[in-house]
Every structure is written in structure tokens, then in C-alpha cells.
T-cell receptor, first 112, second 115 residues
Framework: QKEVEQDPGPLSVPEGAIVSLNCTYS??????FMWYRQYSRKGPELLMY????GNKEDGRFTAQVDKSSKYISLFIRDSQPSDSATYLC????????????FGSGTQLTVLP | DGGITQSPKYLFRKEGQNVTLSCEQN?????MYWYRQDPGQGLRLIYY???????QKGDIAEGYSVSREKKESFPLTVTSAQKNPTAFYLC??????????????FGDGTRLSIL
């Protein structure tokens, strides 16, 4: 079993829909949680960074962490075609960038 | 503009050949990393360096080598010992390890294929 599980999709939604992306994990020591967006043939870019449990909002993006269930989510409101990308979750026990564990990514397409 | 430059964008390797992937950053970051990305798998850490002239193996270092002679540069050599080198290689950098909540910045990758 992988330490971090992420549904690879692909996921297709109409423009304006609310998108929910999720990861589950098995290591209860994880405390730092990240979401990256990766466009085709590009490197990942950091979208959200959260510590421990709770919600964090940034514009149309909301990250949720439920440590009791070992489950994290990224919500995208009013999705746009420009949101079409692969979304990677990543997590760490120490906050150290050299100890990140990544999910395999979910491919999202927002249809105009 | 500050960022990470990886070159070349595409690279082809013949059997028995070593190839070197370039990574340069002008973000003044101390730490640099190399990852491998395969379809259906997350990013896996090959090597990382926290400071000039020092580097550490990651989870999948076999068949790879690195050097860190300058703060700005962290080249990766894929040796002939790496039997399955076809992948997307990503270089990243971040500020000093001791500072938490410091995100990694990624380059746009090099796609390596076998001829």
C-alpha cells in the first residue's frame, strides 16, 4: 500500500462547477500538507500549504485537512478552463522539503 | 525574472551512455533537489543538496550522480547503470532547510527517453 493515495482520474467537469480533489494517507506523523498544480510539460507550482488540521482559503481554492481520518481535500470554486491541469498532493512529517511524499496526481479537465 | 532553468527540454540516451541534465537557479536558494516523475506515480526524490559541495542520496539514487560546485547549479548525471531512465526529471530549490513553511520551486523539467 502506498503511503499517499490519490485518485488519478481523469476528472472532467463543466466550467463553473465546484471541484473536489482528495488524498488519503497512512502515516499519522504527517503534519504539513501541500497541493501543487502541474500543467502539461511544466513543473509543479505550489497552490496551498497547510499545517495540521483545519481549512485554508485562497481565492477560489480551499484546502481542508482532517487528520483524524487521514484525509485531505482541495476544493476549487467556479472552476475555469485554465484550471485544467494535474493536481498533486504532498505531505511531510517535519516540514522539511527533502522529506516530502507526493501523491500520484489527479488529472482535471474543465470544459468550457 | 527569478526562477529555475532546466535544460535540455528533451534528451535522448543511447545504450551504455551517460547523460547530464542541467539545472540552474537564480533564486539564491541554498537547497536544491532532483526528482523523477513517472506516469501514475508521485515524484520520487533522487538526490538533494543543502549546501555547496554537499549532497545526499534520496529514495532512488542508484544509477544517478550529482555535483554541487556552485550554489546556482546542481547537474544530474544519468549513468549507464540506470536501467530504466525514461522519465520526466524535475529540479527544485528551496530556502534553507532549517526554515519551515518554505515551499519548493520547480523547473519545467527534462524529458529523457531511450533511443
Amino acid at each position: 500500500q502506498k503511503e499517499v493515495e490519490q485518485d488519478p482520474g481523469p476528472l472532467s467537469v463543466p466550467e463553473g462547477a465546484i471541484v473536489s480533489l482528495n488524498c488519503t494517507y497512512s502515516n499519522s506523523a504527517f503534519q504539513y500538507f501541500m497541493w501543487y498544480r502541474q500543467y502539461s510539460r511544466k513543473g509543479p507550482e505550489l497552490l496551498m500549504y497547510t499545517y495540521s488540521s483545519g481549512n485554508k482559503e485562497d481565492g477560489r481554492f480551499t484546502a481542508q485537512v482532517d487528520k483524524s481520518s487521514k484525509y485531505i481535500s482541495l476544493f476549487i470554486r467556479d472552476s475555469q478552463p485554465s484550471d485544467s491541469a494535474t493536481y498533486l498532493c504532498a505531505m511531510s512529517a517535519t516540514g522539511s522539503a527533502r522529506q516530502l511524499t507526493f501523491g500520484s496526481g489527479t488529472q482535471l479537465t474543465v470544459l468550457p | 525574472d527569478g526562477g529555475i532553468t532546466q535544460s535540455p527540454k528533451y534528451l535522448f540516451r543511447k545504450e551504455g551512455q551517460n547523460v547530464t541534465l542541467s539545472c540552474e537557479q537564480n533564486l539564491n536558494h541554498d537547497a536544491m533537489y532532483w526528482y523523477r516523475q513517472d506516469p501514475g506515480q508521485g515524484l520520487r526524490l533522487i538526490y538533494y543538496s543543502q549546501i555547496v559541495n554537499d549532497f545526499q542520496k534520496g529514495d532512488i539514487a542508484e544509477g544517478y550522480s550529482v555535483s554541487r560546485e556552485k550554489k546556482e547549479s546542481f547537474p544530474l548525471t544519468v549513468t549507464s547503470a540506470q536501467k530504466n531512465p525514461t522519465a520526466f526529471y524535475l529540479c527544485a530549490s528551496s530556502p534553507r532547510q532549517a526554515q519551515r513553511n518554505q515551499p519548493q520551486h520547480f523547473g519545467d523539467g527534462t524529458r529523457l527517453s531511450i533511443l
